[in-house]
């Protein structure tokens, strides 16, 4: 797996302390804020409300609920995605670590007319950093509400394990809920942390070449040294073992 995947690790490898990584997550977390990345060799997850359904790269792949993929917390951005005729029509991204690149709200270019009723408009912007089970970069972003408060509830865990120094990596699945606002049915992602790894853990499972995710969240890419004593090891299936559905 090297090649590629060394790439997407090493575009989290910032110069960047875990309690100032934590408080920019907790920052981006604030669906509230205004506050680019992107680009580079990505697949593009996006998710449709209405269908409840994930469509990923260009085949419009579907994703399945048992499918994990490895969060990468450097590659988390905001934004800004301008809605018009039921397409985007202008976009501005930057990543969640550096402000620099960040539009206030007053400098975006004003495309309307809009049609309120459509959702039309400069909407806010969220997305993440996937690594999936078979290799692919994974890019998602999302505009909507439940979009946004889905990231945010992701990016104010992983605050908290890095914060708390413990295992700040996690390993996810995706799924869909069904809600109903205004008398109108429609959906939303959920993202389900199945456990929490180190970094080191991840670069020796992309190193290995062969092996599982399963392997990496039961443990099996830990250091020697970071291995848990004998007395603990009841604890470890609660932290790192993936509960798949019967």
């Given amino acids: 797996m090297a090649g590629a995947l060394a790439k997407f690790a090493q575009s989290g490898a910032l110069q ?4 100032d990584a934590a408080a920019a997550l907790r920052r981006s977390a604030d669906t509230s ?20 359904t994930y469509s990923l790269g260009r085949d419009k792949a579907g994703v399945s609920a048992d499918d994990l993929f490895v969060v990468e917390p450097f590659a988390a951005v905001e934004g800004w995605t301008c809605w018009k005729g039921g397409r985007p029509v202008a976009k501005h991204e930057w990543s969640a670590y550096d402000l620099s690149g960040a539009v206030r709200p007053a400098d975006l270019q004003d495309h309307g007319p809009y049609n309120e009723n459509a959702g039309e408009g400069w909407k806010p912007l969220r997305g993440i950093g996937l690594l999936s089970e078979d290799g692919k970069m994974v890019k998602f972003t999302l505009n909507s509400v439940s979009g946004l408060n889905v990231f945010a509830d992701l990016n ?15 390993v996810v699945c995706l ?10 049915v429609n959906s939303k992602p959920v993202i389900s942390v199945q456990g929490w790894v180190t970094r080191d853990e991840v670069s020796a499972y992309m190193a290995a070449e062969v092996g599982s995710m399963d ?5 099996k890419y830990a250091p020697a040294d970071q291995l848990e004593a004998p007395e ?5 299936p609660k932290k790192r073992r993936r509960h798949r559905a019967a």
Avoid: C, R
């Avoid at 104010?156 to 996690?170: F, K, R, V, Y």
């Avoid at 799924?175 to 109108?184: D, L």
């Avoid at 603990?232 to 470890?236: I, Q, R, Y």
């Fill in 16 to 19: 960047m302390s875990d309690a």
């Fill in 33 to 52: 804020s205004s506050g680019g990345g992107g680009g580079g060799d990505f697949e593009f997850l996006s998710f449709s409300g209405k269908k409840g």
């Fill in 156 to 170: 104010t865990e992983i605050a908290d394990q890095l914060a708390a120094g413990d295992p700040s990596i996690p």
């Fill in 175 to 184: 799924s869909v809920e069904e809600f109903t606002a205004q008398g109108q």
């Fill in 215 to 219: 392997d990496l969240l039961e443990g």
């Fill in 232 to 236: 603990e090891e009841s604890e470890a």
